[in-house]
C-alpha cells in the first residue's frame, strides 16, 4: 500500500458510435487513456501536493496501476447537456485529510455542476470537522462560514460538460482526479 504524494486534475469528453470507445476518447483527451485506472473513494490525503496534470503525467509509465476519483456521465440523445465534475476542499494544515467528490449529471453547466461537486465536497469536510452549518443555506453562504471557522482553507472544482452529439454517437464526459506516488 501507499499514499500518494501528488495529485492532479484533468477533464475530457468523446464520441463513438460504441459506447465504449466513446469512453476511450474522453480519456484519451484527458490525457490519461495509457494508464490502468481504478476508482477510490474521496479522500484527499495529508501532505499531498497538488500539481500540474503535465507534471503528473510525466510521473506515470503506461499500463500503471492509477488510482484516481473519477466522475463520468454519458448519453446518445443529440442535444442532451451531460456533466461530470470534481470537488475538492482541504482543510487547514498539511497534517489533515479533506475531501474529494465526483458528480455527473443533465442539464447543468460545468458552473454549476462544479459549484455542487465544490459544495458536497466542503460540506463532508465541514461534517468531519464538527462546523456547525445549515444545509438547506445556498453554498457562497455556507462557503463564507467554512471559510470564517478557519478550519477550511480551500476548495476548487474540475469540470466536463457536453451536448450529445448528433448521428446515433455515444457523448461521454469525464472529470477526474489522478493520484501519483
Known sequence: MYVPRYIFFTKGFGTDKAQLAS??????????????????????????????KEKGLA???PG????????????????????ASIGLALPEGDDK???????????QTESEAGDFAEDLAASMLANTLGIEFDPDKDY????EIYRMSGKIIHSRHTSQAALGAEGNLWTT??????FVK
Not at 473519477?70 to 447537456?81: F, K, L, V, Y
Not at 475531501?99 to 455527473?104: C, P
Not at 457562497?140 to 462557503?143: M, S, T
Open 23 to 52: 469512453f476511450e476518447n474522453a480519456l484519451r483527451e484527458a490525457g490519461i487513456a495509457h494508464l490502468n485506472l481504478v476508482q477510490v473513494s474521496s479522500i484527499f490525503p495529508p501532505g499531498c501536493k497538488i500539481i500540474e
Open 59 to 61: 510521473k506515470l509509465e
Open 64 to 83: 500503471e496501476i492509477t488510482h484516481c476519483v473519477m466522475a463520468r456521465e454519458q448519453s446518445r440523445e443529440p442535444g442532451r447537456r451531460i456533466v
Open 97 to 107: 485529510y479533506g475531501y474529494l467528490s465526483e458528480h455527473h449529471g443533465y442539464g
Open 140 to 143: 457562497d453562504e455556507r462557503k
Open 173 to 178: 464526459v469525464i472529470a477526474a482526479a489522478i
